[in-house]
């Protein structure tokens, strides 16, 4: 469902998510301090719920510290006995942009999860269906897609603002391989604004950043089941101030203690260097750990920073 009007959300009201619902170029979703939305659970895995900013579209949720906006499950009381270990319940916040990444044309884009671009310079988010321009994110540099034309990237590209957000218990999936990160940013611009968020109790990855350059500051990642922070496809942003801690998975109903890697870099995903190579810049940076020991084969290691696949950057 796309707004195609924009919205206002405001702190008197509670937002469920029914569906996937997207702010589509030109338009702006503009929430209110204080405000909560939901996202509910879902019948089958084509319909899980998520909030999608399209490139050109405009998410304005900026909280304060005493105020903060939550997205959170629909079943979640917001009294404190919802678990952190309860993960997966609905889908999470995506954000599409217009800067640089290094996807190539590799392979045959599939109906779902395309991972290495539907076009150089065009992505598709993981699955996601390619249905139409909504789920893509990057500027086509050369070929043919149904629905794009050929343009430059825009590396200042401005899709809003996140301050004093929390995003919780996301991570629902859309396919086998495939779930939804709690933040995903594909191609985000530095002109955006991310400041003083967490992401708590994430399936998958709690941030995922393909390609962008996007900046973020204070970031929390707690009780993820996958990496704290994942980037890829040429991501070369900064990030300050990030602190991540596991789930212990002792603890009587604890999730099982997963959440890989601190850091799971890449420069791309089939380890083809295209350029340009992910070099970001991350400093104060704290990675708690736990007593997990054995690693999944798409992850190679259980790491407080697994560097692979040809990517570059600093890291303080």
């Given at each position: 469902y796309q707004l195609t009007s924009g919205a206002t959300f405001t702190c008197n009201n509670t937002y469920i998510l029914d569906k996937k619902i997207y702010v589509p170029a030109g338009q702006t979703l503009s929430i209110a301090p204080g405000t909560v939305i939901k996202g509910a659970a879902a019948a089958t895995q084509a319909d899980q719920t998520a909030l999608v900013v399209e490139r050109g579209g405009k998410i304005m949720a900026a909280g304060t510290e005493s105020c903060p906006i939550v997205f959170t499950a629909n079943a979640d009381p917001m009294d404190g006995t919802y678990s952190v270990a309860t993960i997966g319940s609905w889908g999470g916040v995506v954000i599409l942009?217009?800067?640089?990444?290094?996807?190539?044309?590799?392979?045959?884009?599939?109906?779902?999860?395309?991972?290495?671009?539907?076009?150089?310079?065009?992505?598709?988010?993981?699955?996601?269906?390619?249905?139409?321009?909504?789920?893509?994110?990057?500027?086509?540099?050369?070929?043919?897609?149904?629905?794009?034309?050929?343009?430059?990237?825009?590396?200042?590209?401005?899709?809003?603002?996140?301050?004093?957000?929390?995003?919780?218990?996301?991570?629902?999936?859309?396919?086998?391989?495939?779930?939804?990160?709690?933040?995903?940013?594909g191609s985000v611009g530095r002109g955006t604004t991310i400041e003083h968020i967490e992401v708590v109790s994430g399936a998958d990855d709690q941030i995922e950043l393909f390609g962008g350059?996007?900046?973020?500051?204070?970031?929390?990642?707690?009780?993820?089941?996958?990496?704290?922070?994942?980037?890829?496809?040429?991501?070369?942003?900064?990030?300050?101030?990030?602190?991540?801690?596991?789930?212990?998975?002792?603890?009587?109903?604890?999730?099982?203690?997963d959440n890989d890697n601190g850091i799971e870099a890449d420069s791309d995903d089939n380890a083809a260097m295209s350029a340009p190579?992910?070099?970001?810049?991350?400093?104060?940076?704290?990675?708690?750990?736990?007593?997990?020991?054995?690693?999944?084969?798409?992850?190679?290691?259980?790491?407080?920073?697994?560097?692979?696949?040809?990517?570059?950057?600093?890291?303080?």
């Open positions: 942009g217009k800067a640089t990444n290094n996807l190539v044309a590799a392979n045959t884009p599939q109906t779902f999860g395309s991972k290495v671009g539907m076009g150089v310079g065009l992505g598709l988010i993981e699955g996601f269906n390619n249905t139409g321009a909504h789920n893509r994110y990057g500027v086509l540099q050369s070929g043919s897609v149904a629905g794009e034309t050929i343009g430059s990237f825009d590396d200042n590209d401005n899709s809003g603002i996140l301050k004093f957000v929390s995003i919780r218990h996301t991570g629902a999936i859309l396919e086998v391989g495939a779930e939804i990160n709690g933040l995903t940013l350059t996007v900046n973020m500051k204070y970031v929390s990642s707690l009780f993820g089941n996958d990496d704290m922070l994942d980037y890829d496809h040429g991501y070369t942003g900064k990030i300050q101030f990030f602190f991540g801690m596991k789930n212990d998975g002792i603890s009587a109903g604890q999730a099982s203690p190579v992910s070099r970001p810049t991350i400093y104060n940076a704290t990675f708690l750990g736990n007593s997990k020991v054995t690693g999944t084969a798409d992850n190679r290691a259980l790491a407080a920073i697994n560097a692979k696949d040809g990517t570059g950057g600093t890291i303080v």
